[in-house]
């Protein structure tokens, strides 16, 4: 293995090594139970409600021995959605932009790619398996609908692990925007593939 190489590697295992710390999952009680009837009811229709947001959060994405990592801002509208993905090592910046069933991704060196579906676009285009349909909903800690899941969650009836999809997802933190808490930390697992979400800021009048 050449210096360079070996130099990158080291310097790519560093910088995950201390985004992973700083998602570090909060310790919680063992409980396995749904989230509490009446809260989760309350919750599930005021998130479901909410389809405005600007928010911006520091990604990684870990798939076996490799990794990348990254900053993310995500626009959404009732009518479509724009992502800014930043910082990829080689890739530079990756701008998706989905509205009624059209996807359109655009590389840093002008490559520009369309599609019916994000996921499949993004993966193509980038080799980044990130679940974007899914995290649609988890960003606001709701499942995907239609597509049956095993729930767990607390007293205030928000969602603290959700497997969906073949996917195991684990909301280890939430914060307080406006009348309600949203989803702060976030971590996706499928197989040997696992994507972590650390949100800054929500901003819902966007």
Known sequence: MNTMVQARRILL?????TFLGACTSLP???SNQPPAAAPWA???ELLGDLQRWDLSARISV???DEGWH???RWRQTPTGYSIDMVGPLGQGRIA????RGRVELLTADGRQLTATDADALLAEATGLAVPISGLFYWIRGLPAPEIPGDLVG???GRL???RQGGWSIDFARYTQIQNLQLPARITAQQDDLEVRLAINSWDLAA
């Open 96 to 99: 998706i932009d989905g509205s």
């Open 70 to 72: 990254g900053s993310v």
């Open 28 to 30: 919680r009680g063992s």
């Open 13 to 17: 295992t560093g910088l995950l090594g």
């Open 62 to 64: 870990v798939h076996g």
């Open 160 to 162: 603290t692990r959700l």
């Open 42 to 44: 309350a919750r599930q």
């Open 154 to 156: 607390d007293e205030q």
